[in-house]
């Protein structure tokens, strides 16, 4: 009897052992997969998400449009006035062609996009009251790229990846 005792006690403190060993490599898997899958996501932020769709424009100079205070305001007490203004041009990429497309009539254009770790030019163009314009980037080399459209008094700047 008292041999069985010892035997079951030492199985079950040989059970104990082994479950909180199995549950420390779970753990530490765990913990592990967790680090490689965030340190995976942390990389591909660095460059832009999409290879294709839309290409995000930011504005970098002030618009000129003037909206004035009423008259009876006094200075000091107006408010900032407020407007929404329509961003002039959109772009987009699929397989490896920008597309510009413009909301309003401009007269002239610059379209500029530049290899970002080159900082070679890879097109650059001026036109003339432009409705879209499709840009075949299929020979460029991958990695970033910047565009740049200037429209009058406005410069949308945007990044994607090729």
Request: aromatic letters at 8%; hydrophobic letters at 40%.
């Amino acid at each position: 009897m008292l041999f069985c005792a010892i035997d079951e006690n030492f199985a079950n403190f040989a059970i104990n052992k082994k479950t909180k060993s199995m549950k420390r490599i779970l753990y530490l898997t765990a913990l592990i997969v967790f680090f490689i899958i965030m340190s995976t996501a942390i990389s591909n932020a660095k460059e832009p998400a999409n290879n294709d769709g839309e290409i995000t424009l930011t504005a970098t100079k002030d618009d000129t449009r003037h909206i004035g205070h009423e008259q009876d305001v006094e200075p000091d007490k107006a408010g900032t006035p407020r407007s929404i203004i329509v961003q002039p041009a959109y772009a987009y990429l699929y397989n490896n062609v920008v597309n510009v497309s413009f909301n309003e009539n401009i007269a002239v254009v610059n379209v500029t996009i530049t290899n970002e770790s080159t900082g070679e030019t890879v097109y650059s163009e001026t036109c003339s009251n432009p409705a879209a314009l499709n840009i075949n980037l299929n020979g460029e080399s991958t990695g970033n790229y910047l565009i740049e459209i200037e429209a009058d008094d406005t410069l949308l700047i945007g990044v994607f990846y090729l």
